[in-house]
């Protein structure tokens, strides 16, 4: 499965943004997805998951309240919306599938497919 990050941009502490990703060449509801960011100098983190069909989601603590993982299955998309942002939060976020059948991680090891990241700027 090919997937592909978009959405990010330049927003105000305290503001909001939703990344999408899109995903292709596979039946994206066999997949969980998940988001992670790496900001420079940093390793890259793991920000949220989702279940096949959305039934669980899973969130990093400190985005927990904050973010939202959803997917539309329809669409072939999974999507991060981010509110109250902070500084930082900015990062280049990822977009990441792994088979459903080995259900949620929230290590980056874990996942086999991989989209082009998006960055998130928030000024303060």
């Known amino acids: 499965v090919q997937l592909q990050a978009s959405g990010g941009g330049l927003v105000q502490a305290g503001g909001s943004l939703r990344l999408s990703c899109a995903a292709s060449?596979?039946?994206?509801?066999?997949?969980?997805m998940g988001w992670f960011r790496q900001a420079p100098g940093l390793e890259r983190e793991f920000v949220a998951a989702i279940t096949r069909y959305g039934a669980f989601t899973y969130y990093a603590d400190s985005v927990k309240g904050r973010f939202t993982i959803s997917r539309d299955d329809a669409k072939n998309l999974v999507y991060l919306s981010m509110n109250s942002l902070k500084p930082e939060d900015a990062a280049v976020y990822s977009c990441?599938?792994?088979?459903?059948?080995?259900?949620?991680?929230?290590?980056?090891?874990?996942?086999?497919?991989w989209g082009q990241g998006t960055q998130v700027t928030v000024s303060s």
């Open positions: 060449g596979g039946t994206f509801s066999r997949y969980v």
């Open positions: 990441a599938a792994r088979p459903y059948y080995r259900s949620y991680s929230s290590y980056t090891a874990d996942y086999d497919y």
